[in-house]
């Protein structure tokens, strides 16, 4: 099993999406929400769960898993599946992903 490496970003991401979820439609529903992410990464850990290739971007497959109305974007290394962000499906996730990766490797997260 692959470890699972979250980004600052996507973990503030799916956070923000649990209080978004819980302020609209209560506590079940934002726990029952959140924890499809939680399971979509052990699924990506134990190789059940591949996603779609995305695109290469700065020298990096980038792959997608869709879950519920948003995509978690990562990256397959030997031993880790990198969580790079997690954005809604209206989102201009190319741009955003453009902006997100050379942050994310100027740090040393990727």
Same mark, same amino acid.
């Given at each position: 099993?692959?470890r699972?490496? +979250?980004?600052?970003?996507?973990?503030?991401?799916?956070?923000? $999406?649990?209080?978004?979820?819980?302020r609209?439609? #209560?506590?079940?529903?934002?726990?029952?929400?959140?924890?499809q992410?939680?399971?979509?990464?052990?699924?990506?850990?134990? #190789?059940t769960?591949?996603?779609?290739f995305?695109r290469n971007?700065?020298g990096?497959? +980038?792959?997608?898993l869709?879950?519920?109305?948003? $995509?978690?974007?990562?990256?397959?290394?030997?031993?880790?599946?990198? +969580? %790079?962000?997690v954005?809604?499906d209206?989102?201009?996730?190319?741009?955003? %992903?453009?902006? !997100? $990766?050379?942050r !994310?490797?100027?740090?040393?997260? $990727?």
């Open positions: 099993m692959k699972v490496v +979250v980004s600052a970003e996507a973990d503030a991401e799916v956070r923000s $999406i649990y209080r978004f979820t819980w609209k439609w #209560g506590e079940a529903r934002a726990d029952t929400y959140v924890a992410f939680h399971d979509a990464y052990v699924r990506l850990a134990n #190789g769960a591949m996603g779609r995305f971007i700065d990096m497959e +980038v792959r997608r869709e879950v519920g109305r948003h $995509i978690v974007v990562f990256a397959l290394r030997e031993n880790a599946v990198l +969580v %790079l962000q954005f809604h209206r989102m201009d996730v190319l741009a955003r %992903l453009e902006r !997100l $990766i050379p !994310l490797k100027s740090r040393g997260a $990727i």
